[in-house]
């Protein structure tokens, strides 16, 4: 079709005329809305943006008498990065005799990987490679996967509860002295903590 006779139909429509295949002969055009055709591309820009990090591997290194507090310090690092759509991969290694007791670290291995199963699941069984072991872990879609507890356990801090103030009481029996009737009075109320007042005239 001739671009005079495309722009006439997309004139007839109401559409617009927008080229998708500039490098194919001939060119590919469409007959759509420019702006719903706009948002389209960009909501598929985004979606393939937020698969990158599929790509991206973050390596968590374990030992085979690590810490229970490492442990769970190094497991919520995993965490993290399986719910940004990252791979983790889990790396054990073995020192001096520790290789004689390999069964010791696909224990540390097994139980980590238990401790991520709502998060992400291995792409292979834990593997002894040279002096140490391996694994691949990979998120979980979004709809399987459970939230972060780190993210759900951050929420907007309560304000502090106000103490309410004690009203100091007034004085009861308030001395009301006129002025003019007593003058030793009205000089021991002008002064306070006046040093003279006990010397006498």
């Known amino acids: 079709m001739s671009l005079n006779d495309a722009l006439s139909l997309a004139r007839q429509a109401g559409l ?8 194919a002969t001939p060119p590919v055009c ?52 399986l719910c940004e759509e990252m791979k983790v991969k889990v790396t054990l290694r073995f020192r001096g005799r520790e290789m004689q007791h390999t069964e010791f670290g696909f224990e540390v291995v097994t139980k980590f990987i238990e401790k991520l199963a709502p998060y992400g699941h291995p792409d292979f069984p834990p593997k002894l490679v040279g002096r140490g072991i391996n694994v691949m872990m990979s998120p979980l879609p979004r709809s399987k996967r459970a939230k972060n507890p780190r993210l759900a356990a951050s929420g907007p801090a309560a304000p502090a509860p106000v103490q309410p103030t004690t009203p100091t009481p007034a004085n009861p029996n308030p001395v009301q002295v006129k002025r003019g009737e007593n003058p030793a009075a009205e000089k021991r109320d002008s002064f306070i903590n006046n040093p003279f007042s ?4």
């Open 16 to 23: 617009d005329l927008v080229e998708i295949a500039a490098t």
């Open 30 to 81: 469409r007959i759509v809305d420019f702006g719903k055709f706009r948002y389209e591309q960009a909501k598929k820009d985004k979606e393939s943006k937020k698969n990158q990090n599929a790509s991206v591997v973050k390596e968590i290194q374990l030992s085979p008498r690590i810490d229970a507090h490492d442990f769970s310090v190094k497991a919520g690092h995993a965490t993290d990065f």
């Open 198 to 201: 006990e010397l006498k005239a």
